[in-house]
């Protein structure tokens, strides 16, 4: 080979590089931004030559009809006469309006089954003076390719978004086995979409479309289907999504302060305040002849001898977390704010539209002042989020069953873990969720879990003489829905159908083992597993 071929090979291999690892393309607040999988490779206006096909995303422009028009629409029925059904339900089975979004079940929205006409869907749109593609039902379709600036537009004057930014939170929730959830937080509310490649047919291209928590709309294409987009590029869109406080930040919160230490008087100055709104700066004299310095921002209210806070959600999270800890290291404040948050969902009693809570050693306790912007921040990113599947408590420095420890989550934060390992060991058998519809993955096999505990003990002697074995410390065992028994090393979890059966055993053991023997190549060997699960539980 001659040395001028050579050097047009190895000028050539950058280039085959980059073509297979096409940078992603963002789009909001009228930037464009190239990514990488780590980083921003280049930033530039958004042109209005930048077109996408629409793909899955014409489904968000019904949903938003439905939403603003009231419509009772019914549930879409599965009956196993259209592949595509796989993106809605099982035979026999409905889904509803809200999952059919998450889903993506076209089936769900097409206009013929919710009876919305050409000329009703014009003029409903032309009102709000949308642009020309979105006038024409008929052209509604994944293969229409618009210009991203004027569907960024659609978006932002789209109506229903707070229902449906609140709803798309499960995309993120559902994303690379709640991977990227861990990477974004709360931060992203999209619908994503994948279509054929511009240049080959035989490719896919997708990515997502929608908004941030604050309501900014934001578009994403690259190479691949959406969901290798949000699993291959979760730490770029980490770096460059901003923190922004969310333009729902949750129902109300009434918080009756220092319930367990009636308050005396308030001070403005030298006068006394007489029961009513509070603004200002103000002096505390409690009965007990302790003073405290607090101020309102028109949130606080006197009635008698109680003070009355009335809260955003996302703010009375803020202020717990300024209270009980820190906004510092970010990874455990993040873990304590949907511990804080899942608490008060739990917790919190219902005073008309509000919940109703009291600021305690009891319960919560709360800031009787605004939140820090660092507080608020990790309210902000973890907006929404909470744990199911288990009962949540939190301390200051005792970790126990479904409880965790401020102090060891700071050292786990100081090692590097981020926050959803950190809940994740403090609540194993939790998963994260959205506020308004707490899920859990991990439905909880507690007579599973107290039988391999037991079990695991007379074993111990035996598995300790194994090369490789090492005794899990934290586990769950969940309740498996369809499919075979398996374990899922991330979350340490184990999914089998139950206990009763010698085989319901042998399937937790077995599972049991792969685990135990994750590090070692004894772990992979089916062959060894099932011998080793035989021999404890049979010989």
């Given at each position: 080979?001659?040395?001028?071929?050579?050097?047009?090979?190895l000028?050539?291999?950058?280039?085959l590089?980059?073509?297979?690892?096409e940078?992603?393309r963002?789009?909001?607040?009228?930037?464009?931004?190239?990514?990488?999988?780590?980083r921003?490779?280049?930033?530039?206006?958004?042109s209005?030559g930048?077109?996408t096909?629409?793909?899955?995303?014409?489904?968000?422009?019904?949903?938003?009809?439905?939403v603003d028009?009231?419509a009772?629409?019914?549930?879409y029925?599965c009956r196993?006469?259209?592949?595509?059904?796989?993106?809605c339900?099982?035979?026999?089975s409905?889904?509803?309006?809200?999952?059919?979004?998450?889903?993506?079940c076209?089936?769900?929205?097409?206009?013929?089954?919710l009876?919305?006409?050409?000329?009703e869907?014009?003029?409903?749109?032309?009102?709000r003076?949308?642009?020309?593609?979105?006038?024409?039902l008929?052209?509604?379709?994944?293969?229409?390719?618009v210009?991203?600036?004027?569907?960024l537009?659609?978006?932002?004057?789209i109506?229903?978004?707070?229902?449906?930014?609140r709803?798309?939170?499960?995309?993120?929730?559902?994303?690379?086995?709640?991977?990227?959830?861990g990477?974004?937080g709360?931060?992203?509310?999209?619908?994503?979409?994948?279509?054929l490649?511009?240049?080959?047919?035989a490719?896919?291209?997708?990515g997502f479309?929608?908004?941030?928590a604050?309501?900014?709309?934001?578009?994403?294409?690259?190479?691949g289907?959406?969901?290798?987009?949000?699993?291959?590029?979760g730490?770029?869109?980490?770096?460059?999504?901003?923190?922004?406080?969310?333009?729902d930040?949750g129902?109300?919160v009434?918080?009756?302060?220092?319930?367990r230490y009636?308050v005396?008087?308030?001070l403005?100055?030298?006068?006394?305040?007489?029961?009513?709104?509070?603004?200002?700066?103000y002096?505390?004299?409690?009965a007990?002849?302790?003073?405290?310095?607090?101020?309102?921002?028109g949130?606080?209210?006197l009635t008698?001898?109680?003070?009355?806070a009335?809260?955003?959600?996302?703010?009375?999270?803020?202020?717990?977390l300024?209270?009980?800890a820190?906004?510092?290291?970010?990874?455990?404040?993040?873990?304590?704010a949907?511990?804080i948050?899942?608490?008060l969902l739990?917790?919190a009693?219902?005073?008309?539209?509000?919940?109703?809570?009291?600021?305690?050693?009891?319960?919560?306790?709360?800031?009787p002042r605004?939140?820090?912007a660092?507080s608020?921040?990790?309210?902000a990113?973890t907006s929404?989020?909470?744990?199911a599947?288990?009962?949540?408590t939190?301390?200051?420095?005792?970790?126990?069953p479904?409880q965790?420890?401020w102090?060891?989550?700071?050292?786990?934060?100081?090692?590097?873990?981020?926050?959803?390992?950190?809940?994740?060991?403090?609540?194993?058998r939790?998963?994260l969720?959205?506020?308004?519809?707490?899920v859990?993955?991990?439905?909880?096999?507690?007579?599973?879990?107290?039988?391999?505990?037991?079990q695991?003990?007379?074993?111990?002697?035996r598995?300790?003489s194994?090369?490789?074995?090492?005794?899990v410390?934290?586990?769950?065992?969940?309740r498996?829905?369809?499919g075979?028994?398996?374990?899922?090393?991330?979350?340490?979890?184990?999914?089998?159908?139950?206990?009763?059966?010698?085989?319901?055993r042998?399937?937790l053991?077995?599972?049991?083992l792969?685990?135990?023997?994750?590090?070692?190549p004894?772990?992979?060997?089916?062959a060894y597993?099932?011998?080793?699960?035989?021999?404890?539980?049979?010989?």
């Amino acid at each position: 080979m001659t040395r001028s071929l050579v050097w047009m090979l190895l000028c050539l291999i950058p280039v085959l590089a980059t073509a297979q690892d096409e940078p992603l393309r963002l789009g909001f607040k009228g930037e464009l931004l190239s990514l990488s999988r780590t980083r921003v490779i280049a930033r530039e206006p958004l042109s209005s030559g930048l077109e996408t096909p629409l793909g899955s995303v014409w489904k968000l422009f019904v949903y938003g009809w439905l939403v603003d028009t009231g419509a009772r629409e019914p549930a879409y029925e599965c009956r196993g006469q259209s592949k595509e059904e796989v993106y809605c339900c099982t035979a026999g089975s409905k889904i509803e309006r809200d999952q059919a979004l998450v889903n993506s079940c076209g089936l769900y929205f097409e206009p013929g089954r919710l009876g919305i006409s050409g000329v009703e869907w014009r003029q409903y749109w032309q009102a709000r003076q949308a642009p020309e593609w979105l006038l024409d039902l008929p052209s509604l379709q994944p293969a229409t390719r618009v210009p991203v600036t004027e569907l960024l537009r659609a978006l932002s004057m789209i109506p229903g978004q707070d229902q449906a930014r609140r709803v798309l939170l499960d995309v993120v929730l559902n994303a690379a086995d709640g991977n990227v959830v861990g990477e974004l937080g709360g931060r992203l509310r999209v619908k994503t979409w994948s279509w054929l490649d511009d240049q080959d047919p035989a490719s896919r291209q997708g990515g997502f479309a929608g908004w941030l928590a604050d309501g900014t709309p934001v578009w994403a294409g690259g190479r691949g289907t959406s969901q290798m987009i949000l699993r291959n590029y979760g730490a770029a869109l980490s770096t460059v999504l901003p923190v922004e406080w969310p333009a729902d930040a949750g129902r109300c919160v009434e918080v009756g302060l220092f319930s367990r230490y009636p308050v005396g008087r308030v001070l403005a100055g030298d006068r006394v305040v007489a029961p009513g709104h509070m603004q200002g700066d103000y002096r505390v004299e409690f009965a007990n002849g302790n003073q405290l310095d607090i101020h309102s921002d028109g949130e606080l209210f006197l009635t008698g001898d109680k003070l009355v806070a009335r809260l955003d959600r996302e703010e009375y999270v803020a202020r717990v977390l300024q209270r009980e800890a820190r906004a510092e290291p970010a990874e455990a404040a993040k873990a304590l704010a949907v511990a804080i948050r899942t608490y008060l969902l739990q917790n919190a009693s219902r005073n008309g539209d509000c919940l109703s809570i009291d600021d305690s050693s009891n319960r919560q306790r709360v800031a009787p002042r605004p939140a820090t912007a660092e507080s608020r921040n990790i309210a902000a990113w973890t907006s929404d989020l909470v744990l199911a599947g288990s009962t949540v408590t939190y301390h200051s420095d005792q970790p126990g069953p479904n409880q965790l420890s401020w102090q060891q989550a700071v050292e786990q934060a100081s090692t590097g873990q981020r926050y959803d390992a950190i809940l994740l060991h403090a609540y194993p058998r939790a998963s994260l969720s959205r506020w308004d519809n707490p899920v859990a993955s991990c439905e909880a096999l507690s007579a599973a879990q107290d039988w391999l505990q037991k079990q695991r003990r007379g074993w111990r002697q035996r598995l300790e003489s194994e090369t490789g074995y090492n005794e899990v410390s934290t586990f769950a065992v969940c309740r498996l829905t369809f499919g075979r028994p398996h374990v899922d090393r991330e979350r340490q979890r184990i999914y089998v159908r139950g206990v009763l059966s010698l085989q319901d055993r042998l399937d937790l053991t077995h599972e049991y083992l792969h685990l135990a023997f994750e590090a070692h190549p004894n772990g992979q060997n089916e062959a060894y597993i099932e011998g080793l699960a035989r021999h404890l539980l049979l010989e």
